[in-house]
């Protein structure tokens, strides 16, 4: 199961580097040759190719569905994301779980945050990012503080600058704390896109923000360096 899993997992990012390539999913690379090598492993079961697009279609259809439906849905992606061996699926599953507005998904996405894989704890930043509430702004703070992967903390940040709120800038200034230069960038876009303020990309500036402190403004450029910065 797990073999045929992994091959089915090459052959989807394969399949997409072709559809790139033809321009779209019916082109002649899709249709001479992967379409037949789909069709030989259904013969044992569904690839994993067919399982993403399950998965993509039910994201489509999440909105027409009641409470009912969302529940129990999101019952049985909570449990693929506790058992599946594919984390390339595991992260679609929890981008699913993202759509769905039923507080049963919660518990998919609390998982998610702490899979060994950073793509899955990435798609769930993306999913906290789609959920809002409280919860989501309280899961993506703890993932900035604590996650060892700076592309995960990085998607993380960015999802906070979907919350308006004091204690998304609290997240956010732990983000400007790191050394990193690329996770302080993101915190400041959050910071700017959240609040009324512009202190330029001054790390600093949006410090003194954060802690509530009167804020050194950024000296504008001059003249002469905006007519340079222009060329």
């Not at 690379?29 to 039910?58: A, C, I, M, V």
């Not at 996405?109 to 899979?115: G, I, K, N, T, Y």
């Not at 769930?124 to 899961?139: I, K, Y």
């Not at 960038?185 to 509530?212: H, K, T």
Request: glycine share 6%; proline share 5%.
């Amino acid at each position: 199961m797990i073999e045929r899993e992994n091959r089915s997992s090459i052959w989807v990012a394969v399949v997409y580097g072709a559809v790139l390539l033809s321009g779209c999913a019916d082109g002649p690379l899709h249709s001479l040759y992967y379409r037949k090598q789909w069709q030989d492993d259904e013969k044992y079961g569904p690839t994993l190719f067919t399982r993403l697009e399950e998965l993509q279609n039910l994201r489509r259809e999440a909105a027409r569905m009641n409470e009912q439906q969302q529940a129990q849905l999101a019952r049985r992606l909570n449990l693929s994301v506790a058992q599946d061996p594919s984390a390339v699926y595991r992260a679609q599953v929890v981008r699913t779980l993202g759509s769905l507005t039923t507080p049963v998904a919660i518990e998919g996405l609390q998982l998610a945050s702490q899979d060994a894989e950073s793509v899955v704890r990435i798609a769930a930043c993306e999913a906290w990012g789609q959920r809002h509430g409280v919860e989501a702004l309280h899961a993506l703070g703890a993932i900035v503080r604590s996650d060892e992967d700076l592309d995960v903390r990085i998607a993380a940040t960015r999802e906070l600058g979907n919350f308006r709120n004091q204690a998304a800038v609290q997240s956010l200034g732990v983000a400007l704390d790191d050394p990193d230069p690329a996770l302080q960038f993101r915190a400041v876009e959050a910071l700017r896109s959240i609040s009324d303020e512009d202190f330029g990309n001054s790390v600093p500036a949006w410090r003194q923000y954060v802690r509530g402190e009167p804020v050194d403004r950024p000296e504008p450029p001059s003249f002469v360096n905006r007519i340079l910065n222009f060329f």
